[in-house]
């Protein structure tokens, strides 16, 4: 590349990474996203930072972890002073947008971007906040529940599906404008879809691409209740299980659903990527493609994510450039490295700026330079959990950890669906040990817990006061400076229509 690379970041919501062991899998519809990682670097063991949306997507942005960014759940504030990849790409001469769902809370709706063009789909106050004060308790207006599975099917438009369609459009248009100065200023533009996560409702064009897969049935069949783990049956309970009865041919349409959506996505992403190439950018742009986080799909019983098996925690990552050569890279990374990635290939010593961070450049493995990295860390302190959980993959193993449960251990490649925990085998006696040495090294859960406690209660207060009297909302209005759009009368007609033109 001549000069610092554009970045077109390409996010999902909610696709499990099991689906993309090296690009997408072969029984997915999606000849844009197979062109994308035949060009790539794809990442088969990429995990989320958290298994859930807002505390996956603030440490994406910023490198850090949870207990680091204090974006515990889906109401947590994601503070203003925080730097992210958006701040320090700016700051050296970037532009820099988004398109689409970050779910922002708080009243900072930008965190880095100079401009968002669409609202978000969720809202940014405090008001899904969980409640550690309460075990056990169900808040119905939000969390979850099965209904998402027993009511998958068909339709043409939903809540969902309204908008990604204009986030794809806007992000589209914003490709377009981008490239009309890209000679003089590089640019980040991430677009950002809240498909495939549920409601599991999908067009029928999409639909139809899947009467005859042969993935609608989970590989491990849902487990009795009591035979889950202490966490999994609180998921469970928070899921309200008890009042649906999921059959199997529920399960089935909820995974065409969701294997459609990959679909409908696919075609989305394929008009980025044309709208990339008709501006002829593509020589200059690293195309990063990543989700927040995984969704169960009814392994096990299990749905949706807030887990650390593999279907929640783990997440499709792939990058494209000129510059890169395509292969699989399989050491265990995580999205809390795609912030200092896109530093290191934007030439930003973020060390020199006095930034430490969880995540790490994957240049290194990249090049060949590093084969390992340090472990890779997640937490999870939402709904369905009473007390923060921890996760350590190292190598082939994988070690989850939680003050109110037995530990759990994995074999990733012994055991790729986590049917056997190994924490209780004498033989795995000293690794146990030596996992629990590590959770001690990297965190004091204890006043992980306190913390998390006090930034539910504080957040409650707050929620509750500014709900009385004048709202003020945060949520993101876009500008649309509609005077200053197409032709207005302050303007020459001869150069608006000559600068609008590309190439």
Request: glycine share 6%; proline share 7%.
């Amino acid at each position: 590349m001549s000069r610092r690379p554009n970045f077109l970041i390409l996010m999902v919501d909610q696709m499990a990474g099991t689906l993309c062991p090296d690009g997408p899998a072969a029984f997915l519809q999606t000849p844009h996203l197979k062109a994308l990682a035949a060009r790539a670097l794809r990442f088969s063991s990429c995990y989320t930072p958290s298994p859930l949306c807002l505390p996956a997507r603030a440490s994406f942005m910023t490198g850090l972890l949870p207990s680091k960014t204090g974006v515990y759940d889906n109401a947590a504030e994601f503070t203003a002073s925080l730097p992210t990849f958006a701040h320090h790409l700016r700051r050296a001469g970037y532009r820099t947008a988004l398109s689409g769902k970050m779910h922002f809370v708080g009243p900072d709706q930008l965190h880095g971007f100079e401009r968002r063009l669409t609202t978000d789909i969720y809202p940014a106050d405090f008001g899904w906040t969980p409640d550690y004060r309460k075990p056990g308790e169900r808040i119905d207006w939000w969390y979850h529940n099965l209904g998402s599975v027993t009511g998958a099917g068909v339709a043409a438009i939903t809540n969902q599906l309204e908008f990604d369609d204009e986030a794809a459009f806007h992000g589209e248009s914003e490709i377009y404008r981008l490239a009309r100065g890209a000679a003089e200023t590089p640019w980040c533009l991430c677009v950002s879809f809240t498909h495939p996560h549920d409601p599991y409702v999908a067009r029928q064009q999409y639909w139809d691409l899947y009467e005859d897969c042969p993935a609608l049935s989970p590989e491990t069949p849902a487990l009795d209740f009591s035979d889950h783990d202490p966490h999994s049956r609180r998921l469970l309970e928070a899921l309200d299980h008890r009042n649906y009865a999921v059959t199997p041919e529920h399960v089935r349409t909820a995974r065409r659903a969701y294997f459609a959506n990959i679909s409908y996505l696919d075609d989305k992403i394929g008009q980025l990527l044309a709208a990339l190439d008709a501006c002829g950018q593509r020589e200059n742009t690293v195309v990063l493609f990543c989700s927040d986080h995984g969704d169960m799909l009814g392994e096990r019983g299990l749905w949706f994510k807030m887990s650390f098996f593999e279907g929640s925690a783990r997440i499709p990552l792939m990058i494209a450039g000129p510059d890169l050569a395509p292969g699989t890279i399989d050491t265990p990374v995580s999205a809390l490295d795609i912030a200092p990635t896109l530093a290191a290939m934007a030439g930003i010593d973020l060390q020199a700026e006095g930034q430490v961070l969880d995540g790490h450049s994957l240049l290194p493995i990249i090049s060949g330079e590093r084969a390992l990295r340090a472990p890779v860390l997640m937490e999870y302190a939402a709904e369905g959990s009473e007390a923060p959980l921890v996760s350590i993959r190292e190598g082939r193993f994988k070690f989850n950890h939680c003050l109110l449960d037995p530990p759990q251990l994995f074999d990733l490649e012994a055991d790729p669906l986590e049917r056997r925990n190994l924490a209780d085998d004498p033989a795995e006696a000293v690794r146990v040990h030596g996992f629990l040495d590590k959770v001690a090294a990297y965190w004091d859960l204890e006043a992980l817990d306190t913390a998390v406690r006090r930034s539910q209660a504080n957040r409650w207060i707050v929620y509750e006061a500014l709900r009385k009297g004048r709202y003020h909302p945060w949520d993101h209005t876009p500008d649309t400076q509609a005077a200053e759009r197409y032709m207005r009368n302050h303007m020459d007609l001869n150069v608006v229509e000559d600068e609008a033109r590309f190439p």
